[in-house]
């Protein structure tokens, strides 16, 4: 299958500091990208769909201001976890959708956030 | 309303075979897929149906029945590695996959 990067694989902040999270496509362009949260235990929450060259789609009752996304390229797709707090710690995860392979999604191996 | 059914448990020992059901009511369909994730990892890829049938692919087969709303994955010759969270997911064309919450497959000795 495709391959998705995700960089870093974990980070330690402190409280206030922001973090940037890089999900690439290494091997297929994706123009859309999606960025998922998932607390321990549970199932993936969709925070938002990134699209190459326009605005991110937020789902609801996730502050847009707070998850900054940017997909810049056709490969790569960051987000930016502003003014981080310990609430925000939890594991971050991209999929990029390959339109050539049935819109299969291709995860990322996630990034752990902990906010001190 | 979009909704994914899976059994949030299933046990089953080393060498046996387990199916994993999944229904689902979506407003629009263009495919399922079938994930596997272990603990503490992302997903991975296992399967993807779009059309009424059997994918065999090893050990691994996945089912669907369109008109049902119902897919199963079907593991065979079961391994302790095969202990993972297994996502059920619907594509509906142009949006995100709509997943199942999980289900979390124990297998022992």
């Known amino acids: 299958g495709a391959v998705v990067s995700q960089h870093p694989s974990w980070v330690i902040c402190k409280s206030g500091t922001s973090v940037k999270i890089e999900c690439r496509s290494l091997?297929?362009?994706?123009?859309?990208m999606f960025w998922y949260r998932q607390f321990p235990k549970q199932s993936l929450m969709l925070m938002a769909t990134s699209n190459e060259g326009s605005k991110a789609t937020y789902e609801q009752g996730v502050e847009k201001d707070k998850f900054l996304i940017n997909h810049a390229s056709l490969t790569l797709s960051t987000l930016t976890v502003t003014s981080a707090h310990p609430e925000d710690s939890s594991f971050y995860i991209c999929?990029?959708?390959?339109?050539?392979?049935?819109?299969?999604?291709?995860f990322g191996p996630g990034t752990r956030l902990t906010v001190l | 309303g979009q909704n994914i059914d899976q059994p949030t448990e299933m046990t089953a020992t080393e060498g046996a075979i387990v199916q994993i059901n999944c229904t689902y009511q979506?407003?629009?369909?263009?495919?399922l897929f079938w994930y596997q994730q272990h603990a503490g990892e992302a997903p991975t890829f296992l399967s993807y149906?779009?059309?009424?049938g059997l994918e065999e692919k090893g050990r691994f087969s996945s089912f669907l029945s369109r008109s049902k709303g119902y897919s199963y994955l079907l593991l065979k010759e079961l391994q302790m590695k095969d202990s993972a969270s297994y996502l059920c997911a619907v594509n509906q064309a142009g949006t995100a996959l709509i997943f199942g919450k999980g289900t979390t497959l124990s297998v022992s000795s």
């Open positions: 999929s990029a959708r390959d339109n050539t392979a049935s819109d299969t999604q291709y």
């Open positions: 149906n779009v059309l009424d």
């Open positions: 091997d297929f362009q994706a123009t859309t």
């Open positions: 979506t407003s629009g369909f263009n495919g």
